[in-house]
């Protein structure tokens, strides 16, 4: 008798992190996955319009998300800030990369400057050879 209430509120239990469960797999509902995205579009385009970026540029910016979306973001803060008179604001940051996108490693830049090789640090035999020429011109003539 005593089993079968505990069994019910362990699976009640289990249920009820479902949501979460499936959040940390990654299996999320399409609806909420769709209302989750547009909502970061509006505000991804409310942005690029705040910083004075043209919706061209936003829509290949940020590439991973719903054109329609972005352009509503875009348009409503475009609106606003046309009856507020707001200016825009410079963008102080390169914009993000997309999601799942690997990031490159940055080349190698040395710090230092490369040690002179000895060939490179003698100058060449015809330059030398060019000096005591001019040297022996110039008492020639005098």
Known sequence: MIKRPLLL?????????????????????????????EAEARA?????????????????????????????GWREMDEYMRENQIATIVPQLPP????????????????EAPAE???AATSSPAAEGAKPA???KGAGKK
Do not use: F
């Open 134 to 136: 001019d040297a022996d």
């Open 117 to 119: 090789t000895p060939a």
């Open 96 to 111: 993000a990369e997309p999601p799942g996108a690997k990031k490159r490693k940055a080349a190698a830049v040395p710090t």
């Open 9 to 37: 509120a362990a699976a009640a239990l289990a249920l009820a992190g479902c949501d979460q469960v499936n959040q940390k797999l990654g299996l999320e509902d399409p609806a909420k996955k769709e209302a989750r995205t």
């Open 44 to 72: 991804v385009g409310s942005a690029c319009r705040h910083s004075g970026r043209a919706i061209e540029d936003c829509y290949a910016i940020y590439a991973w998300l719903p054109k329609a979306g972005v352009y509503a």
